[in-house]
């Protein structure tokens, strides 16, 4: 079993900025790839980024340019690096882990969710 619990939501301003954590434990011999989801009210669950173990990664065309997704492995998190924001990136944003892709069956492990929220 994994255990991820994300950090570093909250209230940002337009045009801000955010860095949110997400701290892995448990065994991660299975884990592929580490990505973040957001779900905003009233919508589906959708992919922001994803990174697999070779250091590739992919992002939803909404995000490219202004959110940066890493993982050190080291100590066993990633991160969601967040430049730019804009009120349509509030929503509860997700951590996961499993093989990796654009589907959230690809993966196995879910953390509890980080609210952020983009407002003047």
């Known amino acids: 079993q994994v255990q991820l619990v994300e950090s570093g939501g909250g209230l940002v301003q337009p045009g801000g900025s955010l860095r949110l954590s997400c701290a892995a434990s448990g065994s991660m011999f299975s884990v592929n790839a580490m990505g973040w989801h957001r779900q905003a009210p009233g919508k589906q669950r959708e992919l922001v980024a994803y990174?697999?173990?070779?250091?590739?990664?992919y992002y939803v065309d909404s995000v490219k340019g202004r959110f940066t997704i890493s993982r050190d492995n080291a100590k066993n998190t990633a991160y969601l690096k967040m430049n730019d924001l804009k009120p349509e990136d509030t929503a509860v944003y997700y951590c996961?882990?499993?093989?990796?892709?654009?589907?959230?069956?690809?993966?196995?492990?879910w953390g509890q969710g980080t609210q952020v929220t983009v407002s003047s």
């Open positions: 990174t697999v173990s070779g250091g590739n990664t």
């Open positions: 996961s882990a499993g093989r990796g892709g654009r589907w959230s069956y690809e993966y196995d492990y």
